[in-house]
């Protein structure tokens, strides 16, 4: 049924004026801790090619009480102010995860579980739904754990060549 939906979904929301997460937060929180489920678009090339920039959308739910390694957590970043969509990558002895976007280089620690405001539990790419229990979206998850080192060289490759 989501799926049927997607491109009117798309166009309402590219129709429609953007609005900064900050000013939806609170709605959001209040459909997460009700066991709803919130959606939207984000913005950024942290996570591609999972997500594109402003084309994919995702689908969160509160986490649990723990996130497990190759979660995809939606986060507040206390030390920038920003919030961000990336996995889990491994653990700190303090509790805290270590983050890094799909197309990124450089973890992120420290992110506090309070930080986290919810995972995803779904997302549509290229206009196909996914959820992350798929047995396609984990086999991408353990590729991209073993394939890390080599995409790392790969990223950082081609960021030294756009840079010229």
Do not use: W
Request: charged fraction near 30%.
């Amino acid at each position: 049924m989501l799926r049927d939906l997607f491109p009117r979904l798309k166009k309402l929301i590219f129709l429609n004026k953007e609005v900064k997460i900050e000013e939806l937060l609170p709605l959001m929180k209040e459909q997460l801790d009700n066991g709803k489920t919130v959606s939207f678009v984000p913005r950024g090339n942290s996570m591609r090619p999972m997500l594109g920039n402003g084309t994919d959308m995702v689908i969160l739910k509160k986490p649990g009480d723990r996130l497990h390694l190759s979660d995809v957590a939606f986060y507040y970043r206390r030390e920038t102010g920003a919030y961000s969509i990336h996995r889990v990558v491994g653990f700190q002895k303090d509790g805290s995860y270590i983050m890094l976007g799909d197309n990124n280089v450089a973890k992120e620690y420290n992110i506090k579980p309070e930080d986290i405001i919810a995972v995803v539990s779904a997302f549509y790419h290229k206009g196909k739904m996914y959820e992350v229990s798929h047995f396609g979206y984990r086999v991408y998850c353990e590729l991209l754990f073993y394939f890390r080192p080599i995409r790392r060289m790969y990223i950082s490759f081609r960021n030294k060549i756009k840079r010229g």
